[in-house]
């Protein structure tokens, strides 16, 4: 089986799966006693019986041999570096309450521009604290948005 | 004349306005120029900055990076052979060997002008044509509303996809997520797992934010800026001023390119990238020296500039009349509006006719002050592309970050924007088209709105959608575009096998 048509297969199988408990959430909406009327489950009602066709659609395509085997242009980046990226993006977004966006950002900054390619630690050192400090100060003074402060709160004010 | 006419000219004239239109067409040159971000990329990081503003100098500022985008794109597919945006691909064939040739500057002049003219086209279809699509629409009731907006999005699944079946799913994939939060008659809950933050929905713009930032910030860790490349190309720039020779070679491009973009504009899902490379193909077929294109011909970049500038004010046409995007800005548009408690439609022009024409005479400024900064500025403008993209792609990264949580205050859609993100890294290793998915999230509330709204006035009878004359002919139309999808996917598939045989 080519690259694609695996995917394919992968795919149309997910979405059926997701489609089940789509429906199965569906099924369980609450009801209105309106005459007349089209009930809150109706829409997402069309909607199942519309995915489940076409997940179907795209299982057949995985089998079906006209269907092309060229494998799409995703992404040429090392997986290595995809899999740092995610793991530095889910820290982040997990301690950014808790740290703020200054003190968040500059890690993951930093962090970032070393998957980028940056090597030299003053320019990831420099770069990182002067932009999360100049993006957070626009964002608070001159567009009134109020970022949480986190644990620099007391230092931010 | 129509008072609403002198009262949006008057809005759009004043200083601040024009400011932000100005302040628009500058990041627009500056985005659209960096390759790796789209113009919807730049939009959406500028678009939290507008929530503080008023909504007529708010859409000015984007409008004015709608427009110079388009522009920004060709100058770095001229100076490095690298389309800024996909609306420039086509400028590069030519403009590229322009630049080696030692003619950069010449080249940039010519795809400024083009793209000014492109667009000054696009406006005066605008001003004409939407306020006259206005008043038909105005006629439309809820099962042709319902009709137009299924043919919108079965139009964009099938220009936008390579394969309709996955151009579809990615849609009703959107369709499911809108049903998240309130249903729009009753107000019931749904699908909000008692989580007070989906009571009120997913927000289009984190998903938004997700689905094109990431996939793009993901990208951008392989590819590496040729600045050596541009520098080189940007010390060529003498004089951008075209000369009148240039512009009398600009004439046949510009009058099949314009028109050509104003139409594909109009139509939903067909875009820039479609319309810059029909008017290449033709003014290529109907130029006296065909065998000039690919090697530097001036006509080979005025034909595609002027298309992608004019597919601008064709987009923004259904975008005002209809609330139907053109393509996925035009949907962030409506996104933008819709934040300011403006809903894009034909009653746009009844209940704000003079923001309706304010946005219109914006464009035209726009227009103008494209071409004003691009000539005056270039020289100082391209240096952007030698910024390190290792500086670069953080400060998006934060940017985007902050612009999801700038939304409602909130850290809750900072991580839907997270998980849409990798949805769209999902997407894109399934070859599935995120834009069905983007412009399903704008239309499907109003597409589950305008269904129910014709089954309860008509007692669950469904020929009501075949006997409004309306609604009859865009079911037709929505049939013809998938039927025509499946027959074209057919027959590349077997041009396909062929070759392999």
Known sequence: MSNMRRRNLIAAIILLLLCAGYAYLTANLPTRAI????????????????????????????????ISSDTPKTFDVPAKRLIYGLVLSVAYFVSLPTLGFVAGN??????????????RPPWIAAGSILISLIVFFLFREVFQILLPSGILQGVLR | ????????????????????????????????????????????IVLPLTFVLE????????????????????????????????????????????????EAGRALGIAITASFLGGLFSFLCLYFIAPLLAEIALKFQSPDLFSLVFFGLTIICSFAAKSLVKGLLSAVIGLAIVTVGQDPMMGT???????????????????????????????NFADMMKSETATK????????????????????????????????????????????FISYDYTKKLSKN??????????????????????????????????????????????????????????????????????????????????????IGLRYLVKVLVIPRTFLMPTIAILCVIGSYALRNNFFDVYVMFGFGLLGLAMRWLDMPIVPLLLAMVLGRQLEEHLRVSLIASKNDVTVFFTHPFSLFFLCLAAASIFWSFWAEHKSKQKQDQLEI
């Open chain 1, 35 to 66: 005459e007349n009327t089209t009930q809150p489950s109706f829409f997402p009602w069309v909607v199942t019986v519309i995915m489940a066709v076409l997940s179907l659609g795209l299982l057949a395509q995985a089998f079906l041999p006209t």
């Open chain 1, 106 to 119: 500059i890690p993951f900054f930093a962090g970032l521009m070393y998957l980028y390619g940056e090597r």
């Open chain 2, 1 to 44: 004349m129509n008072p609403d006419i002198i009262d949006g000219f008057t809005q759009a004239s004043q200083l601040e306005t024009i400011l932000a239109v100005a302040a628009g067409c500058f990041i627009g040159l500056v985005v659209g120029m960096i390759p790796g971000l789209t113009i919807s990329t730049g939009i959406i």
């Open chain 2, 55 to 102: 909504p007529e100098i708010s859409i000015a500022l984007l409008l004015g990076l709608y427009v110079s985008g388009m522009t920004g794109g060709s100058f770095s597919a001229i100076l490095l052979n690298i389309p800024g945006t996909p609306s420039a691909s086509a400028t590069a064939i030519d403009g590229n060997p322009m630049a080696k040739n030692g």
């Open chain 2, 189 to 219: 809950a749904r699908f909000t797992f008692d989580q007070v933050n989906l009571i009120s929905g997913i927000h289009f713009l984190t998903a938004l934010i997700g689905l094109f930032a990431v996939p793009q910030l993901v990208d």
């Open chain 2, 233 to 276: 190309n940007a010390a060529n720039i003498k004089s951008v001023l075209p000369k009148l020779a240039d512009l009398k070679l600009m004439r046949l491009p510009v009058a099949i390119g314009a028109p050509i973009g104003s139409f594909l504009g109009i139509l939903p899902g067909a875009g820039g990238p479609i319309a810059a």
């Open chain 2, 290 to 375: 065909p065998k000039e294109f690919g090697n530097g011909s001036p006509q080979g970049i005025a034909a595609p500039e002027s298309a992608n500038n004019a597919v601008t004010g064709g987009a923004l046409i259904p975008m005002m009349t209809l609330g139907i995007p053109g393509d996925p800005v035009t949907a962030i548009l409506i996104g933008a509006l819709l934040i300011h408690g403006l809903a894009p439609g034909p009653l746009l022009f009844v209940e704000n006719g003079e923001f309706a024409y304010g946005l219109i005479f914006s464009f035209f400024w726009a227009n103008i002050f494209n071409i004003v900064i691009a000539l």
